[in-house]
Structure formats: structure tokens, C-alpha cells
């Protein structure tokens, strides 16, 4: 870790199930309003430990904010050659504030 921290990953366990959709909708409404600009480079990944049954969010280096606000804890970047590992997917698209309509699909 280098002094500013720049080069630490978080992880946040996101859930089983149905609990996932919901936990990932709060992260992008906290990350909307903690971090409006978010640049693509600190998009997070949703990344399913299949040996485990969980889905975990990885927030890259830069989302110390983030990462502090959702109990995210520090840790290595995730593995993405094992086959263990499985990338739902990127958050990198344009960061937006949810749309009401979004809340009738949950």
C-alpha cells in the first residue's frame, strides 16, 4: 500500500439470492450520491464466489469513500482466472440516479 492508499481493493459481501439485486441497487444509489463523477477507471465489479454461493462487490482503487460508507473491507484484487471466480458484471456504465420506475422491478 503506498502512502495515499491508491492501490487498495474493498470488498463487500452483497448477499444470497434475491438479497443481491437490492443490496447492489443501494451501492449504486450510496455511490450516485457520495460520488456523482465516478470515472470508469473506479467502476466497481460484481464478481460471484461460486465455490461459496455469494456475490461480492470489488471496489478498485480510489473508492476509499465508498468503501468506508458500506463497511467494505480491504483486500487483494480479485482473481478473476480462477475458476472460482465468475464476473456478473461491470459497473461502468454512466453513473445515474435510479429511476422510480426501477423500485416496481425489485
Known amino acids: 500500500r503506498n502512502e495515499a492508499g491508491m492501490d487498495v ?25 457520495l460520488d456523482p463523477f465516478v470515472p470508469a477507471e473506479r467502476a466497481f465489479l460484481v464478481i460471484e464466489h461460486i465455490d461459496q454461493g455469494e456475490v461480492h462487490l470489488y471496489l478498485p482503487p480510489g473508492n476509499d469513500l465508498l ?28 453513473v445515474c440516479k435510479p429511476l422510480d420506475a426501477d423500485s416496481d422491478l425489485l
Open 67 to 94: 468503501a468506508q460508507h458500506c463497511g467494505a473491507v480491504a483486500c487483494p484484487p480479485p482473481d478473476l482466472k480462477s475458476p472460482n471466480r465468475a464476473l456478473l458484471s461491470t459497473e461502468d456504465i454512466p
Open 9 to 33: 481493493w474493498f470488498r463487500k459481501f452483497l448477499g444470497h439470492g434475491n438479497d443481491v439485486f437490492l443490496a447492489l441497487r443501494n451501492m449504486r444509489e450510496d455511490r450516485f450520491r
